[in-house]
């Protein structure tokens, strides 16, 4: 179920940082019947997993290694759906399609906008966790 208030995630273009950090906090505390400490915990390990993905997103991005990169958006697209960000599922089903079809400079300039997006997401995520 898509949360309206949830942030799209595009770079500070469609709300302020903050204005994220509260949203998605509210939208993880509706997913746990407002229970604080499970949504310290999935706040947490959203985080953890998301950074971790990143990580090995950008490291299989270096390498070239595109089996890799898309089985990271996917993740990645399933963090978005869960939170309720539109714009970031979108993006990832669009590098997911990229992959499977394009080379050259058109996947560079997604890729580079997408890393942006998805970079900005994991800020938001470790100051949800820290709101917990």
Known sequence: MKNPAAPA????????????????????????GNDLDIAAELALSL??????????????IKQERWTEVRRYAHRILNTAQLLG????????VQVEEMLAREAGQTRAE?????????ENLSVVLERVNRTF
């Open 9 to 32: 995630l595009y770079p500070v273009q469609e709300a302020s940082q903050a204005q994220a950090v509260a949203a998605l906090r509210g939208e993880l505390l509706a997913k746990v």
């Open 47 to 60: 985080h953890l997993n998301h950074r971790e993905d990143v990580s090995a997103l950008l490291l299989a």
């Open 110 to 118: 997604l890729l580079a906008d997408y890393v942006q997006v998805v």
């Open 85 to 92: 960000c539109g714009a970031l599922v979108g993006l990832c």
